[in-house]
């Protein structure tokens, strides 16, 4: 099989893999419908960013299922769950966010596991994520109130030669070290904007996660997404790409552009 990874915008991308369309964090509203995030340390930013680069239509054709890492509302939103059919498969990350699914209608919900669950001949493995700075969860997401959990993923099939790991919403930790020694991926998506906050620091990963990825998993082909779309981010694309010529990444390191597809 051919593994495809289509960056739509922030978080949200179609992986094709084992021959199955997944859509993952689907997040389809309109540029500037949320307002800005009072915490940021960039101030006065609405989210997201941009526009869709494509149409909903366009996105959702061929989906198979949806992975909803964990339910932010740059992850999952209304817009999404009035546009994706509610009969659709979707997997969120544990018993919490699947009921908070099905009370949106939607009646095929399933939950990621640690030793993996089978979906049209594609296992998908739970993987940790730790979304802001150690011990210091509670006193970021309880005030908001806000879940502080997210779920990555490892996807395996016997019909692809190679691995894909979905790191989502975290910064280096021990669990994401734990996940590539475990499943030894070829492919890993770093959510890599470092959105941070103000009096706190970074929240998903920044240069200097992405560096311990890659000494982690040297020969793996790493990928940059939830690039540029939501306001409290400070890595850019372009200081990205500022790094990765700097530094000699250009084989190791893929930063797509919103409506790109990378072909894996």
């Given at each position: 099989m051919s593994m495809t990874f289509k960056q739509i915008r922030s978080a949200t991308a179609v992986l094709t893999f084992g021959g199955v369309r997944f859509l993952i964090d689907p997040w389809f509203a309109d540029?500037?419908?949320?307002?800005?995030?009072?915490?940021?340390?960039?101030?006065?930013?609405a989210s997201p960013m941009t526009d869709l680069p494509v149409s909903v239509e366009e996105i959702l054709a061929g989906v198979d299922a949806v992975v909803v890492t964990h339910l932010h509302f740059d992850h999952f939103d209304s817009t999404a769950a009035e546009a994706i059919p509610k009969d659709m498969p979707l997997f969120g990350q544990d018993e919490i966010d699947a009921e908070e699914l099905r009370k949106m209608g939607f009646s095929d919900v399933r939950i990621l596991r640690d030793e993996g669950v089978v979906f049209k001949g594609v296992t998908l493995y739970r993987t940790?994520?730790?979304?802001?700075?150690?011990?210091?969860?509670?006193?970021?997401?309880?005030?908001?109130?806000?879940?502080?959990?997210?779920?990555?993923?490892?996807?395996?099939?016997?019909?692809?030669?190679?691995?894909?790991?979905?790191?989502?919403?975290?910064?280096?930790?021990?669990?994401?070290?734990?996940?590539?020694?475990?499943h030894r991926p070829e492919v890993i998506a770093l959510n890599a904007a470092e959105a941070s906050c103000e009096n706190y620091g970074r929240i998903i990963m920044g240069i200097e996660d992405i560096e311990a990825v890659h000494r982690a998993a040297p020969e793996a082909t790493l990928i940059a997404t939830h690039m540029d779309a939501v306001g409290h981010a400070e890595l850019s694309r372009a200081d990205l790409r500022r790094f990765i010529v700097e530094n000699h990444y250009e084989k190791t390191l893929l930063v797509p552009e919103d409506g790109e597809v990378l072909s894996l």
């Open positions: 540029k500037g419908a949320f307002p800005p995030i009072p915490i940021a340390k960039t101030k006065g930013r940790a994520c730790l979304h802001g700075q150690p011990g210091r969860i509670a006193e970021l997401y309880d005030p908001l109130p806000m879940r502080g959990e997210v779920a990555g993923v490892v996807f395996v099939s016997p019909n692809e030669p190679k691995k894909f790991y979905l790191a989502a919403d975290t910064i280096w930790f021990e669990g994401v070290r734990a996940a590539i020694e475990c």
